[in-house]
């Protein structure tokens, strides 16, 4: 057992956080290789490199907790149980998608597993989990709502308006900026002169919470306190995790001026996936044949999904939709 | 031979050059040069105070540009999609009242450039299909240029214009090559250019749809069926003097729209035909548009947007019924 301030983690829920930090990157990588084949049509937005935060934050979720995820969202839809089948389906544009096909990578949703959308319009999460929280306050039960969102996105004005309301009502928000540094090519820094976002939450009356996003169980353990404020109605956090994108800002693209090397060096030998397993070996709470099993299951699961999404045929294009709009 | 980014580039560099009240508002358009190179070079030349970088944030992207102008800069807002800026929508509408509510005494000479079009992948918000909201705000100029040469000189018009005025520019033209000559390149607004003559139907095209107007015209001409083909160009205001007196020539007329159909430039262009040229019209007026079916997958999107191939067989329908 690791021991924490707040909490003991079982070997158990060490080796989950583990499989599914795994899987994650499991589909990320094979996600880059179908970008390259031509199988993905639209934009890819990988999220390898930022796997401990997605999972540290999921890993606290029920099944009827709802979550709001940007455009960079294959992480999160994971980690709050989507199908692999669904996801490789949609990102392939077949009619086993989550959404039939018809909205590609930056629009995973899913009533049935509570991800209420992945949207390309940045801040969105914000606000719409502020509505979220509304009608979970109203129906006066404990459930929760996580918003991620990136630390672009909280340069933008439905951050500010957002957190200022869910800190206001105390609504049963968990907000999380991925803070991978940059929003596209342009640095966080070099766009404003306060770069800790967890102040602003602060500033507005959140709980707000510094945490290094490529240690899971540092995010898990924050996200433990955040999810049973939340819970018993005590209000919104904000957590900001530094964490560093181990691909471009999309699949294909070429970014000039490229990310500083010593930069990208430091970040890359800070890998989540790769700490944590040494952390796990180390303090023996898994084995060696452990850890290699979670590797070879996730990646079999992930073919096997790559494989019926390929087989899977796509949609025709005389749908319902147009029907209903005529 | 330049693409219509380069053309659109040169544009940019020989206004700023001209005249320093110009600068360019935008998102990532430091080093990298913009999402779409559209700025690459010319941080180097003007500065980073005059290319000036702002953080994705809609209200005040539009908000400062609208302050600059009004305290008597030129700004340009750099391409960027719609959705990037669209809830800075209402700043736009209020600010392009500005100059009739002064009397002239104050103007917003704004130009935004905002990528557009289908294809790639790009669902609904990246397609940014709004170019109606812009069309019916009052105090806007759109254009939807269909060439780098029109490209060029429609946005070095714009940028001189005390108007604000919308580029809407198609990201499926964004690599098209055309050789440009050294003259001055400026285009007026307001007007339509006739590019294929023909006496069997007028096809009105505009943006991305002129390149399918232009082949399947050919492919008809083949065939001994000749079609008048107008680039509309300018979305707002439109050019009906054009389109009327082609349409009188012909007596009928077919619209092929690079965007969806509901409430769009096309339906504004019919009622406008019909009230003006109803007793001139031999058909009913023919149209074509994105499908509302697009969407993500591959076979969504190539049923549902229009093609040089599926609008030469819309039109020899059309021309037979
Ligand atoms: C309102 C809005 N503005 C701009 C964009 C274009 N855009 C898409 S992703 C992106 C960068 C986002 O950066 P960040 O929030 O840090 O997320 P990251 O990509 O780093 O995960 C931008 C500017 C958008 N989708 N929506
Ligand atoms: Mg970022």
Redesign the interface.
Same mark, same amino acid.
């Given at each position: 057992m690791a021991k924490s301030g707040r909490l003991v983690l079982l070997a158990d829920t060490l080796l989950a956080l583990y499989r599914n930090m795994a899987r994650i990157r499991a589909v990320e990588k094979r996600l880059v290789q179908s970008f390259q084949e031509g199988l993905? #049509? &639209? %934009?890819c937005h990988s999220s390898m490199g930022q796997e401990g935060v997605a999972t540290g934050i999921c890993q606290h979720l029920r099944a009827n907790d709802l979550l709001f995820s940007p455009h960079r969202g294959h992480g999160h839809a994971i980690g709050k149980g989507m199908p692999l089948t669904q996801l490789f389906g949609e990102l392939y !544009? =077949?009619v086993t998608g989550c959404?039939q &096909?018809? &909205?590609?990578g =930056? +629009?995973l949703l899913s009533q049935e597993i509570g991800l209420l959308g992945s949207s &390309?319009?940045?801040g969105a999460t914000i606000t719409e989990a502020v509505g979220a929280g509304i009608a979970i306050q109203l129906e006066r039960s404990d459930r929760v709502v996580v918003a991620f969102f990136g630390d !672009?996105?909280a340069?933008?004005? =439905?951050f500010h308006e957002g957190i200022n309301l869910a800190a206001h009502w105390k609504l049963p928000i968990i907000f999380v900026c991925e803070n991978n540094l940059y929003? %596209?090519? @342009?640095k966080f820094e070099?766009? @404003?002169a306060q770069s800790r976002v967890s102040l602003r939450g602060r500033a507005y009356g959140l709980h707000g919470i510094d945490v290094d996003g490529n240690d899971v169980t540092a995010v898990y353990e924050e996200a433990y306190e955040a999810v049973r404020i939340a819970r018993v109605g005590d209000g919104p956090s904000l957590i900001e995790c530094r964490t560093y994108r181990a691909r471009p800002f999309v699949e294909g693209l070429e970014?000039?001026?490229a990310r500083p090397l010593s930069e990208r060096d430091e970040w890359l030998g800070n890998d989540p996936i790769v700490k944590f397993a040494s952390k796990l070996l180390d303090a023996d709470h898994a084995s060696a044949a452990e850890v290699a099993a979670v590797e070879k299951e996730v990646v079999q699961e992930v073919l096997q999904a790559h494989r019926d999404a390929v087989e899977a045929p796509?949609? +025709? #294009? +005389? #749908?319902a939709? @147009?029907a209903a709009?005529? | 031979m330049k693409t219509y980014i380069e053309a659109t580039r040169e544009a940019l560099a020989e206004e700023l050059a001209a005249d320093d009240r110009t600068v360019v508002f935008g998102r990532d358009i430091g080093p990298s040069g913009g999402v779409f190179r559209s700025t690459s070079g010319l941080i180097d030349v003007f500065g980073k105070d005059r290319i000036r970088s702002f953080p994705l944030g809609d209200h005040v992207l539009v908000g400062a540009a609208i302050g600059a102008a009004l305290a008597g800069l030129r700004p340009i807002i750099d391409l960027i999609s719609p959705h990037e800026i669209s809830g800075g929508l209402a700043h736009l509408v209020q600010a392009a009242s500005t100059e009739s509510l002064s009397q002239g005494t104050l103007v917003v000479p704004i130009t935004l450039r905002l990528a557009t079009g289908y294809g790639m992948g790009a669902v609904r918000d990246q397609a940014g299909d709004l170019h109606s909201l812009w069309t019916s705000t009052p105090g806007i100029q759109v254009v939807a240029p269909a060439t780098p040469y029109v490209g060029k000189g429609t946005l070095k018009s714009a940028i001189r214009s005390n108007q604000l005025t919308v580029l809407l520019e198609d990201r499926g033209l964004f690599e098209t090559r055309q050789e440009i000559g050294d003259d001055e390149c400026l285009l007026p607004f307001g007007e339509a250019e006739c590019l294929v003559e023909g006496d069997l139907a007028t096809v009105v095209a505009w943006g991305a749809a002129v390149p399918w107007a232009l082949g399947a015209a050919k492919t008809l001409a083949e065939k001994g069926q000749r079609v008048e083909v107008i680039d509309l160009r300018s979305l707002a205001p439109i050019d009906l003097k054009t389109i009327g007196e082609s349409c009188v020539k012909t007596g009928r007329v077919f619209i092929v729209e690079p965007s969806l159909p509901d409430c769009s430039v096309g339906s504004e262009l019919i009622a406008r035909l019909q009230e003006t040229c109803f007793d001139y019209l031999d058909a009913p007026i023919g149209r074509m548009n994105v499908d509302r079916s697009v969407a993500y997958s591959p076979t969504l999107e190539a049923n549902a947007i229009p093609s040089v191939d599926g609008l030469f067989h819309s039109l020899k329908d059309w021309l037979t019924e």
């Open positions: 993905i #049509s &639209g %934009d !544009g =077949r959404c &096909g018809k &909205g590609g =930056r +629009n &390309g319009l940045l !672009g996105a340069l933008h004005g =439905r929003a %596209d090519q @342009t070099d766009l @404003t970014e000039k001026p796509f949609p +025709n #294009s +005389n #749908s939709e @147009t709009a005529e | -």
